[in-house]
């Protein structure tokens, strides 16, 4: 016959319905950090007092046996679950490696299985009496060994979980406190529980108030990890992180109350950190909160303030970062001020360095071009005085006189050119250069140009050649001196440098709208390391003073900065012992613009 309903019962439905709500609950925002464990934590429960509760109504000790060994479903998980959740809350989830999971399960799987066969050993329970006339309807057990193996195991479980977690509390003075509330009544509960059964100090020896205990700290974890985001705020305001670091950190909450500090940041604001936790940011930090305040909370922000630090004034960079946890909402913000003073000071006198280069460079273009220009002068005279000497306008000339005033009218020459090369060199630097759009023949001013070298090359025993294609127009809008001065450039360096062979110069159309010069040599080719500043000022192949060509390495610079302000750009492809070829690609236009 049924026995009648006992008030024990409805305690039992109560935290029966109570653990499988936050069972549901917390599965459904198992994407939190916890909650899976949580939920399994609360099934367990569930499945514990579901069945203690038909224990306490079955009618019979068969019925009530049957009930117990059910039990063990929920018996066995809610401490793994507990140990599972301690390990994620205190960031230890690495831990649970197969081997350490395996080992983990071994014992509970073992007492569930020696559970349901005890009649066969009687490890979990010696002995099981049922007395229907005892007011309380639960059985009276005595405990075997292997109960007495589990009961350890579990504690021991229950042990580690609960310093994981107190840990956790210690090192977080930061927590609000209904957070620690309720984190520590989700510690202390199951413990105090147990102790009463185990001590039989409560009003029924035979009531188990453990599952009870557990149905209360499954509550206060779901608070503490849902309704209070904990988990979304210490896995970045951990005190083993932050007090590392150099820079000052603090974390706040949605309303600017501040969660947590680092010593950096306490000793930055010049008070205890216990004398700063649960403070608004406005309440004495107003250097940080106008800025923050200012700010987005759900944006990034950066910006540079500036403190003072004991008696000096300092320069912090401040940035506010929002941290939003898996649902995207707000859960706090990270505020790290990094101390760039130092930073400051070396970008000052880069600044003030950078000044006085800038000045030098002024000053050495300035003088580079009124140098050139002041040359200028005296070698014309030179030249022009010396020429007239070759051809007999100061009397008859000897033929010994002839030879060493070609030889001072080719010095001069050189020396002209050298000159001519730095003035434009200034210019260029300077800025001063302008171009002048013109009509340009370029047969004619190829032409000009290799009249002017052809000595050169004939003494040399070099030929120069030019040639152009076909559908070339015979002419179009440029510059012509600039033009002149890149091809002057580039057919006198190919002439200093090629011994045997000669020098060729073509013009081509390279596309509908473009336009290349080229001028290739037979000489000695330029190697590879040395293309890659060959057209830099005052750079050379051989830069050493015992070199055998001359020059001061402006040449080929000059063409690539008169090319760049043409919208020209220029190529090389050389072989050493073979040449080289410089190409220069122009934009073609045909008509001149006003």
Known sequence: MPRPITPF???????????????????????????????????GTSLWLIGYAFELLGSDAATKLFWAKFQYFGIVTV????????????????????????LAITIPLATLSLAWTNERHGLIWQEVQFNPALAFPALSLTYGAGFWVYWTFTHLVLAAGSLLIGGVLIHSLHL?????????????????????????????????????????????FTLSLLQFRLLDILPVAQKEIMESMSDGVLVLDPNDRIVDLNPAAAALIGQAQSAVIGKLLSEGFAPWSVFI????????????????????????????????????????????????????????????????ALAASQLKTELLARVSHELRTPLSVILGFTEMLQIGAFGPVTEEQKQVSEEVIGATRELTSLVDQLLDQAQLESGRIKLRSSSVNLSELIEEV??????????????????????FPVAFAGDRTRLQQILVNLVGNALKFTVNGGVRVSAYRSGSKRWSLQVSDTGEGIPQAAQSFIFEP??????????????????????????TLMDADVTLESTLGKGSTFIVNFPLILELTT
């Not at 507990?82 to 999971?101: C, D, I, S, Y």
């Not at 004034?313 to 401040?318: A, G, M, Q, S, Y």
């Not at 002017?452 to 152009?468: D, E």
Request: proline share 4%.
């Open 293 to 356: 305040s200012q700010n987005d909370r759900s944006r990034k922000a950066q910006t540079d303030i500036s403190l003072k630090v004991g008696s000096a004034l300092r320069n912090f960079d401040l940035r506010s970062t929002p941290l939003l946890d898996r649902r995207q909402q707000l859960s706090a913000r990270l505020i790290v001020l990094r101390d760039i003073t130092d930073l400051k000071r070396a970008e000052e006198v880069l600044a003030r360095d950078r000044d006085q």
């Open 176 to 220: 609000y406190r209904w957070q620690a509330g309720c984190l520590l009544i989700g510690v202390l509960t199951p413990w105090l529980a147990n102790g009463v059964y185990i001590l039989r100090l409560g009003p029924f020896p035979n009531l188990d108030l453990t599952p009870f205990a557990f149905v209360v700290s499954g509550t206060a």
């Open 79 to 102: 401490p793994l679950m507990w140990l599972v959740f301690a390990l994620e809350f205190a960031k230890k989830g690495h831990w649970l490696t197969p081997r350490n999971w395996t």
């Open 9 to 43: 019962i409805v305690p039992i439905v109560i935290s029966t319905a109570a653990a499988v709500f936050l069972t549901v609950y917390t599965w459904r925002r198992r994407t939190t950090p916890g909650a899976k464990a949580l939920a399994g934590l609360t099934l």
């Open 450 to 471: 290799l009249s002017r070298f052809q000595m050169v090359a004939q003494v040399k025993c070099l030929t120069l050649s030019a040639a152009i294609a076909t559908d």
């Open 538 to 563: 005052f750079r050379q192949v051989d830069g050493s003073t015992t070199r055998r060509h001359g020059g001061i390495g402006l040449g080929l610079s000059i063409v690539k900065q008169f090319a």
